[in-house]
């Protein structure tokens, strides 16, 4: 008699956490398919129907919160994806906000969701391409002493890295964000342009190497070319009048929690 409810409890419990993952992972799933949804109609510039859609999506977001089976989704996640879901919804309902920015804060929510969900080939690695390739026209630039060129170029890059920045922060540690962070406040300091050629390259390649370090962790056979090809050719979505202070914002929360100890 023991034994038959010993069992009946086994299989009860194995029951349980099945129903508790296909929980999980169903709503992770319909999270990310809302992020697309909002980001396709952004796209086409369907800003009522987006904001209905992440009005569901909220209502979903805090459901999963509550909910005992998504325990995979940590406060650290919780509170940037609310930072992205706030970001997007501020934008769709500001009217001077541009179509590019709207489409741009899409790309950013859409890059986060995806990262959330997955660990191997999410959708930022797919910008690996156009973020490394402005470090040859920034060498190019300092050897040449072009100022002008340099901060156009230098421009270019924070937008790039500001648009994956909140998607790192769900696949990359706290430890490694800092050190780009660190290599990239020496440059933008007064003082970098008073120094001389060989070590302004010396701290190009400090940060070069750092980033290739984060993009390496990522497996490039899945990455959406369609979403790169929205992002890079939309005009005006690559240096916005917000650049770089949506880096500073995410990686001043992402040091709060660090001081706080949330999981990663």
């Known amino acids: ?81 609310t930072l992205g879901f706030n970001d997007m919804e501020r934008s769709l309902k500001q009217t001077d906000t541009s179509d590019s920015e709207k489409l741009r804060a899409a790309a950013q929510f859409r890059m986060l969701m995806d990262a959330v969900k997955n660990q191997s080939d999410p959708l930022w690695g797919s910008l690996e391409k156009p ?11 300092v050897q040449e002493n072009e100022k002008t060129n340099f901060h156009e170029k230098w421009n270019e890059f924070i ?22 962070g660190k290599h990239i406040d020496v440059i933008e300091q007064e003082a970098f342009q008073h120094m001389t050629v060989s070590t302004k390259l010396e701290r190009l390649s400090l940060l070069q190497k750092d980033l290739k370090s984060v993009f390496d962790r990522v497996e490039k056979d899945d990455a959406d070319p369609s979403l790169l090809w929205v992002i890079l050719t939309t005009g005006g979505i690559i240096i916005t009048a917000l650049t770089y202070v949506g880096y500073r914002k995410y990686r001043a929360e992402k040091n709060k929690l660090k001081k706080r100890d949330y999981p990663k």
């Open 159 to 180: 937008s790039l890295y500001d648009l994956i920045y909140p998607s790192l922060t769900m696949d990359i540690s706290i430890d490694q964000l800092d050190d780009v």
């Open 1 to 81: 008699m023991k034994r038959k409810l010993t069992i009946c409890l086994l299989l009860a419990l194995i029951f349980y956490i099945g129903n508790a993952k296909a929980e999980e992972r169903g709503s992770l799933e319909e999270l990310n398919e809302l992020s697309d949804t909002v980001f396709q109609m952004t796209r086409q510039s369907q800003y009522d129907e987006a904001l209905q859609v992440l009005g569901y999506f909220e209502k979903k977001l805090k459901a999963a919160e509550k909910s005992p089976a998504n325990q995979s989704l940590s406060g650290a996640q919780i509170r940037q994806i």
């Open 131 to 141: 973020i490394m390739e402005t470090f040859s026209a920034l060498k190019k630039e």
